[in-house]
T-cell receptor, first 115, second 113 residues
């Protein structure tokens, strides 16, 4: 049973560039949430996708956008990168269908460094 | 606002000693509660969860947590710590009616020989 997979695992970008991170949810899951974890901090909620729609969004600017595909996989896009966007980006999947419990299954994360 | 507080940024315990990590959630309806563990450079792994019922819940790796409504707390405990328990621990809460799980800032556990 495949867990949550994320790619790439590490990447380095320069300020102003754009980045796309990818996530495949755990088998049987239909909901994907993205979190940003800065060094020494807890994960901060970016947004959640369910049925290919953004269902809820955290306190992040519009530079952060996402997408969910019919196979439930998801992408996180960040435009006009800032130094402060350097962080571990975590994808988490869950089973929605109106029975949310908040229990999340996490991938290993994508470590983004902005220079 | 809904929030989760972990008062201790880091804790050091001796191997074999007992452990308690503190967690408080904000007032209001009782959320579903979780503890996750994160090893360096890795994702988060669920240790245990509380939805309702028995206020003492058992998890993996010998961890347990106790829910206390009167104190809005959900503290994590382990009777005897092993060196492999050194990691970052996150308490999290999910308030029904919403969609996001809220995390605390984490407590880093150091284990000394």
């Amino acid at each position: 049973d495949a867990g949550v997979t994320q790619s790439p695992t590490h990447l380095i970008k320069t300020r102003g560039q754009q980045v796309t991170l990818r996530c495949s949810p755990k088998s049987g899951h239909d909901t994907v949430s993205w979190y940003q974890q800065a060094l020494g901090q807890g994960p901060q909620f970016i947004f959640q996708y369910y049925e290919e729609e953004e269902r809820q969004r955290g306190n992040f600017p519009d530079r952060f956008s996402g997408h969910q595909f019919p196979n439930y996989s998801s992408e996180l896009n960040v435009n006009a990168l800032l130094l402060g966007d350097s962080a571990l980006y975590l994808c988490a999947s869950s089973w929605g269908q109106g029975q949310d419990t908040g229990e999340l299954f996490f991938g290993e994360g994508s470590r983004l460094t902005v220079l | 606002a809904q929030s989760v507080t972990q008062p201790d940024i880091h804790i050091t315990v001796s191997e074999g000693a007992s452990l308690e990590l503190r967690c408080n959630y904000s007032y209001g309806a009782t959320p579903y509660l979780f503890w996750y563990v994160q090893s360096p450079g890795q994702g988060l792994q669920l240790l245990l969860k509380y939805f309702s019922g028995d206020t003492l819940v058992q998890g993996i790796k010998g961890f347990e947590a106790e829910f206390k409504r009167s104190q809005s707390s959900f503290n994590l405990r382990k009777p005897s710590v092993h060196w492999s328990d050194a990691a970052e621990y996150f308490c999290a809460a999910f308030y029904t009616g919403g969609f996001k799980t809220i995390f605390g800032a984490g407590t880093r556990l150091f284990v000394k020989a």
